[in-house]
């Protein structure tokens, strides 16, 4: 249900984009045209907008804290400190935006679908990620260039409730995503309390990059040879939490649990049966 990030370099290059980002947002500002103020192009608290209902150009920028598993399937767990906000740009429906290390569009059709395209980078796994040295003897992995497509049909006129399809590809293989959602809170403004539950299924290509030992992994690490086939992957339980504190000021959280399949639980690598992570961090809306 998410996409684990490493400290160190990719904080920094992240972190460069975001100020890089402030000098574009200066640059590039323009008079906004307001539309019904406060509104969100969807009122939900996982779906990042700092453009107040307003057309032009948005930019908002803080720091997350995150408690979670060292990396997939890992019994280790770790603190991370990571840049959050994004610059965003905004044309009645449409938005395009700018965060970290992807450059996406989101667009809201007939109120109920909101449908999305991002490409991203996904950091690669590295032996040094384990400090117990679980990982040694199974190389670095490199980042990868993925491409996302999601889309979300709200229930209701007020997206209560909605329903979730994601894909995610690469030069790595395929996840795909379905998932239900809950929405607590009256405001349309993104604030408030959501709550999703998902299920995930992988190809085999994107479930040996995580899980998959080779015969040459095998020699060098001591574990048993394993190769994935696609199905099942996990499920899981997401919640989200936005508010804002004053006019500028985001403080937002988010929980994430998810129980692996028994496929991916057998693979040498998966340490747990399941992956978990827990944030809060503050966003600074300019």
């Not at 904080?11 to 000098?23: E, F, I, N, Q």
């Not at 690669?124 to 996302?148: A, I, Q």
């Not at 894909?167 to 790595?172: F, N, Q």
């Not at 040459?216 to 992957?233: K, P, V």
Request: no cysteine; net charge negative; charged share 25%.
């Amino acid at each position: 249900m998410r996409h684990h990030t490493n400290l160190g370099a990719n904080w920094m290059r992240k972190l460069a984009g975001l100020l890089s980002a402030v000098v574009v947002h200066a640059l590039m500002s323009q008079t906004a045209v307001a539309q019904d103020p406060e509104t969100a192009l969807v009122p939900l608290p996982s779906v990042d907008d700092f453009t107040r209902g307003s057309n032009g150009w948005a930019f908002g920028l803080g720091l997350g804290v995150e408690y979670e598993s060292a990396y997939e399937g890992s019994d280790e767990f770790e603190v991370e400190v990571t840049p959050a906000g994004a610059v965003q740009w905004r044309r009645g429906d449409d938005l395009v935006y700018w965060a970290g290390e992807a450059l996406g569009w989101r667009g809201r059709r007939a109120d109920v679908w909101l449908l999305e395209a991002a490409v991203a980078f996904e950091e690669g796994r590295e032996e040094s990620d384990s400090d117990d040295g679980r990982l040694d003897g199974l190389g670095d992995s490199d980042e990868d260039l993925e491409v996302v497509l999601q889309t979300r049909r709200a229930l209701d006129a007020d997206w209560r409730y909605w329903l979730d399809v994601r894909l995610v590809t690469g030069g790595d293989g395929s996840l795909g995503l379905f998932g239900v959602g809950r929405r607590f809170g009256a405001r349309n403004d993104g604030t408030g309390h959501e709550i999703a539950i998902a299920a995930v299924f992988h190809d085999g290509d994107y479930a040996n990059r995580d899980f998959g030992i080779d015969a040459e992994q095998s020699a060098a690490s001591g574990l048993a040879e394993t190769d994935l086939s696609g199905g099942f992957r996990s499920i899981g339980i997401n919640y989200n939490y936005r508010h804002y504190l004053n006019e500028n000021w985001q403080i937002f959280g988010e929980a994430v649990y998810e129980r692996y399949g028994s496929d991916v639980q057998d693979s040498p690598i998966a340490r747990n049966d399941y992956e978990a992570e827990v944030g809060i961090g503050f966003i600074y809306v300019f």
